[in-house]
């Protein structure tokens, strides 16, 4: 792992200087600084969005885990803008964290190429190759830090934060698509509504709690995002699965909500999505 990042901050360290610190974040170093400025421009077509609730640490195993960043791996190409966001209930140090937020570049278009020296080109083909590899790495240890046990596991108030994160996060992304990961068991509970009692999950009715949310005016605004879940129904602690009758009833609700919040959901995983992130 580490000769994989020396080797990759050597080359950019070669190929370009870091950008000032007023720019954006931009946690993936450029590979693109020697190339002249009009013949390229950095995508906008895609950000992928990742939200960790950090109680999952508790819940999903090892092959959930690392069929999820497989998942991951799969869906990440050239261009995209990631972030990794993280978030749990506001108790000792959990808090929405924006843990990683970087973009890779793309290749010079076939038509500009005639006008970028050679070894410029060939420098930049070996850059963007270690730099997604750069960003996949720093990715899986962001991820292995979000799923690190918290000494005292809670329940999330799981809208609260979705509302935070979308009107900070989403709201002013420019990106042509937006897509979203949540990693969470969609078990919300909250002054407005919990779906436990007496410390068990309990059968929810769609339409009343989705009554609540609109009345206590919570819904998000995800900017048009196509979301995906991971997760939905695990119990914490014991890697058990709520009934298929709560998780129906389960998938109803949130359908209302992402509806309701600007969002598409394509994809509820129950724990896992049968399809992979398009």
């Keep these: 792992m580490k000769k994989i990042k020396l080797s990759f901050l050597t080359m950019v360290a070669l190929m370009s200087h870091f950008a000032s610190a007023s720019t954006l974040r931009n946690d993936v170093p450029s590979c693109t600084e020697t190339v002249p400025s009009e013949y390229y421009q950095l995508s906008n077509e895609r950000e992928f969005v990742i939200l960790v609730d950090k109680t999952m640490a508790h819940s999903l195993d090892k092959e959930i885990k690392s069929e999820l960043y497989q998942g991951i791996k799969r869906f990440i190409q050239p261009g995209d803008k990631v972030q990794l966001v993280e978030f749990s209930s506001f108790v000792q140090d959990s808090y929405i964290k ?36 750069f960003m996949l790495s720093k990715l899986g240890q962001g991820l292995k830090s979000a799923f690190e046990a918290q000494a005292k596991p809670t329940n999330t108030e799981l809208i609260g934060a979705l509302s935070d994160i979308s009107n900070q996060i989403l709201v002013n992304s420019t990106a042509q698509r937006k897509v979203v990961l949540l990693i969470s068991d969609m078990l919300e509970n909250s002054d407005i509504s919990s779906f436990y009692k007496n410390n068990k999950t309990q059968l929810i009715h769609p339409a009343q709690e989705l009554e609540k949310f609109r009345a206590s005016e919570v819904f998000a605004n995800f900017n048009q995002a196509d979301v995906y879940v991971i997760g939905t129904g695990v119990i914490p602690g014991n890697q058990q699965y709520i009934s298929s009758q709560k998780m129906n009833r389960l998938e109803r609700f949130w359908k209302g909500y992402f509806e309701q919040s600007n969002a598409k959901l394509l994809g509820f995983g129950k724990p896992m999505l049968l399809t992979d992130i398009q």
């Design 98 to 133: 924006v843990a990683f937020n970087g973009q890779l570049d793309t290749p010079i278009h076939d038509d500009h190429k005639k006008y970028v020296k050679k070894s410029v080109l060939k420098q930049l083909d070996k850059c963007l190759d270690k730099q997604h590899q």
